[in-house]
């Protein structure tokens, strides 16, 4: 990452003035759309450096990466700092990264289910949930995500038998992704088979051709 940036957009925040810089594009973004912003914060969340403020041109707040973060001079007027819904830049981020409203910061979908699996094979499954202890080789998980089949999925990687304790989406969702890997196995069975019966007959008629030209 460019120190420049980070010492341009630290100089912008602490004299609350408008920065002006391009976000480098991705497809839904132009690549000439120069971005007019009054700065909140500069902050670390999982391993990357986000920009978090106050969109002029969208009337909104937002997250930049700061990585992709190319700033323009000279910056624009001062202004006077917003505050954040949630109170604090953790519960706006929070929130922004679940998909809410910047002030709520619970999940989408959030569910409850029994794990058969002792505490450390439990473990890594939990992300950001809870695990309670139901006996040495049970775990009660609660566990967000930002849909039920997403949450769904995540559960089934720990590879073992799973009870839904609530609220029911999840079961439906367990049941769709269920027949979803059904099919899936079924072709994948019927393409293995197929490929099995051609290459038979690929080898039958190549030692018929050899018999043949032998005698």
Do not use: C, K
């Not at 009054?38 to 670390?44: A, E, K």
């Not at 590879?159 to 609220?167: A, K, L, N, Q, S």
Request: no cysteine; net charge positive; charged share 25%.
């Amino acid at each position: 990452m460019d120190a420049q940036v980070l010492t341009a957009l630290s100089r912008a925040i602490r004299a609350h003035e408008e920065p002006r810089f391009d976000y480098v594009p991705v497809p839904s973004t132009p690549a000439d759309d120069v971005r007019r912003v009054q700065l909140h914060h500069l902050v670390t969340w999982r391993h990357r450096r986000y920009l978090v403020a106050w969109d002029l041109h969208r009337e909104d707040r937002r997250t930049f990466r700061v990585d992709r973060i190319r700033p323009r001079t000279p910056t624009g007027p001062r202004f006077a700092p917003r505050g954040l819904p949630g109170g604090t830049v953790s519960t706006f981020l929070t929130s922004r990264f679940r998909d809410n409203d910047g002030a709520t910061t619970g999940w989408p979908g959030e569910g409850e289910v029994i794990l058969r699996l002792p505490a450390a094979a439990a473990a890594p499954f939990a992300q950001d949930g809870t695990v309670e202890g139901l006996g040495s080789r049970h775990r009660r998980l609660v566990l967000g995500s930002w849909s039920w089949t997403g949450l769904a999925a995540t559960v089934g990687r720990s590879d073992t038998d799973v009870e839904v304790v609530g609220p029911p989406r999840p079961a439906t969702a367990f049941g769709n992704l269920a027949t979803s890997y059904a099919h899936a196995a079924v072709g994948i069975i019927e393409a293995a088979s197929a490929g099995q019966r051609a290459g038979r007959g690929g080898l039958a008629f190549r030692r018929y051709s050899w018999v043949a030209s032998v005698q």
